[in-house]
Structures are given as C-alpha cells and as structure tokens.
C-alpha cells in the first residue's frame, strides 16, 4: 500500500479495552495498529506518515487501520 501524509490530533476513544486514534484536519478517522508511545497524549497535534493496513480486523469497528511509518510533532 502506499503512504501518504496527515495532520490530526491524537484521541483516545474509551471503547472496549480502549484505543488510540487519530483524527485529521478533514474529520477522517485512523486508527493505528503500531501507535508510537510518544504520541499517546489526548489532544496532541500530530503530523503523521501512514500507510492503511491490508485485513486489519479489529474488535473496534472504529476508523481505518494504518501503521504510522513517520510522525512528527
């Protein structure tokens, strides 16, 4: 899959056993399946370089799955 860039901010959703996401400047909703430690602080604005993740069924049915491949901050 390819890559591409996101601003968002950095949400954490109570659902479940809870999860982080993120949310982009244009109301998309991405769900990480490899969130860096460093960015798991709700309302943090992020830059992120993700890339959608091919089956990644989940038991939140909550966002898209994406692995963060570059981020800043």
Do not use: C, H
Request: net charge positive; no cysteine; hydrophobic share 35%.
């Amino acid at each position: 899959m390819k890559s591409k860039r996101i601003k968002g901010t950095v949400i954490y959703q109570n659902l479940a056993t809870g999860f982080w996401g993120i949310v982009d400047d244009k109301g998309n909703e991405w769900r990480p399946v490899n969130m860096p430690e460093q960015l798991k602080q709700e309302g943090k604005k992020v830059s992120l370089t993700i890339r959608e993740v091919d089956g990644g069924m989940s038991i939140f049915m909550w966002g898209t799955p994406v692995e963060v491949v570059g981020f800043d901050t």
